[in-house]
C-alpha cells in the first residue's frame, strides 16, 4: 500500500515556474514507477510524465517536452515535477502516481496508487 500526498500547486502567470512534489509513504517507493498526469475541468485526465523505478529514465507528452522535468529523491520517497515556461493550458489539476513492479508508462490504467491532487492555474 502507497499513499501519495501533491503539493507545491497554485497561482502562476504565464511564463512563470512551479516545482510540484509528490511525497509517498512507505519503505518501498524505490521500487515503483512514477507518473503524473492532469485533468482540466471537462477533460479527460492526461499523461504529463513518467520516470522509470530503476534506472530513472524518463517520458513526456509531447504537449510538455522541453518545458517540464520529472525528477526523483528515493532518499526522501519524493517524486519531483518542475514546470517552467508555464501557458494557461496548462492550468489542470495535477495527480501524482505510483506503479507497482513494472518501468515507466503514459497509461493511466497501469497505476495502482493515485493522490488527491493538487492545482495548478496559469494566468494569461
Known amino acids: 500500500q502507497v499513499q501519495l500526498v501533491e503539493s507545491g500547486g497554485g497561482l502562476v502567470q504565464a511564463g512563470g515556474s512551479l516545482r510540484l512534489s509528490c511525497a509517498a509513504s512507505g519503505r518501498t517507493f524505490s521500487s515503483y514507477s512514477m507518473g503524473w498526469f492532469r485533468q482540466a475541468p471537462g477533460k479527460e485526465r492526461e499523461f504529463v510524465a513518467t520516470?522509470?523505478?530503476?534506472?530513472?529514465?524518463?517520458f513526456y507528452a509531447t504537449s510538455v517536452k522541453g518545458r517540464f522535468a520529472i525528477s526523483r529523491d528515493n532518499a526522501k520517497n519524493t517524486v519531483y515535477l518542475q514546470m517552467n515556461s508555464l501557458k494557461p493550458e496548462d492550468t489542470a489539476v495535477y495527480y501524482c502516481?505510483?506503479?507497482?513492479?513494472?518501468?515507466?508508462?503514459?497509461?493511466?490504467?497501469?497505476?495502482?496508487?493515485w493522490g488527491q491532487g493538487t492545482q495548478v492555474t496559469v494566468s494569461s
Open positions: 502516481a505510483a506503479r507497482g513492479g513494472g518501468p515507466e508508462s503514459r497509461l493511466r490504467q497501469s497505476y495502482n496508487y
Open positions: 520516470i522509470n523505478r530503476s534506472d530513472g529514465s524518463t
